[in-house]
């Protein structure tokens, strides 16, 4: 059985740095795409970021230019690097595989 497990998240500063990584466990590694998303309190869940498996990127327009997908093959993660963060960043970031979700990792950005 498919397994995903984030890690990465933490409490940073405005305009500061994250990166986080989606540990894929079981299964076939590249068999398919990966999305980020993130839910902050009180919203609805919402897609960040995703990668297919040819390595094709989309992006929600509200982290464009800011934060990038990336696949790492031999290490079986798909990570999320996030730049020049924002306090509107706030939420748990999960990845998602189409059928399987992560436990999710709590991003926290101060102003």
């Known amino acids: 059985q498919v397994q995903l497990a984030e890690s990465g998240g933490g409490l940073v500063q405005a305009g500061g740095s994250l990166r986080l990584s989606c540990t894929v466990s079981?299964?076939?590694?590249?068999?398919?795409p990966v999305w980020w998303y993130r839910q902050a309190p009180g919203k609805q869940r919402e897609m960040v970021a995703s990668i297919t498996r040819y390595g094709d990127t989309n992006y929600a327009d509200f982290v464009k230019g800011r934060f990038t997908i990336s696949r790492d093959v031999a290490w079986k993660t798909v990570n999320l690097r996030m730049d020049s963060l924002k306090p509107g960043d706030t939420a748990v970031y999960y990845c998602?595989?189409?059928?399987?979700w992560g436990q999710g990792t709590q991003v926290t950005v101060s102003s």
């Open positions: 079981g299964g076939t590694f590249n068999a398919y």
């Open positions: 998602h595989n189409g059928a399987n």
